[in-house]
């Protein structure tokens, strides 16, 4: 079975990492992998519950609604897609990155993207940032529900690791200060992983600003 399948969520279970953060504005969190060949990474959650910054708002230059941001956490894209005047919402299976956004006032889904979603297949815009490419384990699985979501022509923008050799799908779980999540299903991959996964798409341009990589791809 594909892991992308799965029904376990980012950082969700035991000590309930990802939720503990967004209530609290911790500063870090801990991705650690099972396999113990792989590295762990410091991932910044400040900067996502943060207002966007220059790198975030590149990524909506050009962009038409509706817009969909997936993953979309404590909302700062939705919020800056909103700002932007454009059409957007935000989905994300977890009820406190769902509860922060409602709270916020921004539109925002509690469901899995792969889950039936409004407006399928007439989405004019589709955000993947912060690693969500991942969500999931399956790059490809990923790309081809997005392909689905997305009008034909329709755009994805998506954000590859900072390392262009990375292509690594595998468990991992998120470490906070209180202990670990259960484990997760999450894959990474730099630029040359992701583009090769893009299988139903063209790629339109692709950027590094502020130690980030990003591809805008056009639906086929």
Same mark, same amino acid.
């Given at each position: 079975m594909s892991l992308a399948l799965s029904a376990a969520r980012f950082g969700a279970g035991g000590a309930e990492p990802w939720a503990?953060?967004?209530?609290?504005?911790?500063?870090?969190?801990?991705l650690v992998p099972e396999?113990?060949?792989t590295e762990s990474e410091s991932l910044d959650v400040q900067r996502w519950s943060a207002v966007a910054d220059r790198?975030?708002?590149s990524t909506l230059e050009g962009l038409r609604g509706p817009l969909l941001d997936v993953g979309c956490g404590p909302g700062r894209m939705v919020r800056a897609a909103l700002d932007a005047g454009l059409q957007a919402w935000g989905v994300d299976a977890d009820p406190v990155a769902v509860s922060t956004c409602r709270a916020a006032g921004l539109p925002v889904l509690r469901r899995s993207v792969f889950d039936p979603l409004p407006l399928e297949g007439s989405?004019?815009?589709?955000?993947?940032l912060d690693g969500n490419v991942g969500i999931g384990g399956d790059v490809e699985a990923m790309f081809a529900r997005c392909r689905r979501l997305l009008h034909r022509g329709g755009v994805l923008v998506?954000?590859?690791?900072?390392?262009?050799?990375?292509? $690594?799908?595998?468990?991992?779980? +998120? &470490?906070? !200060?209180?202990g670990d999540s259960d484990s997760f299903p =999450?894959?990474? $991959?730099?630029?040359?992983?992701? +583009? &090769?996964? !893009?299988?139903?798409?063209?790629?339109?341009?692709? =950027?590094?600003?502020?130690?980030?990589?990003?591809?805008?791809?056009?639906a086929q």
């Open positions: 503990a953060a967004l209530r609290s504005a911790a500063p870090t969190l801990e396999d113990p060949s790198a975030d708002r989405w004019s815009s589709l955000l993947l998506v954000e590859a690791h900072p390392d262009p050799a990375r292509d $690594v799908a595998a468990m991992w779980r +998120l &470490r906070g !200060a209180a =999450w894959s990474q $991959v730099g630029m040359p992983a992701l +583009l &090769r996964a !893009a299988h139903d798409f063209d790629l339109e341009h692709a =950027w590094q600003l502020d130690g980030r990589w990003f591809a805008r791809l056009r």
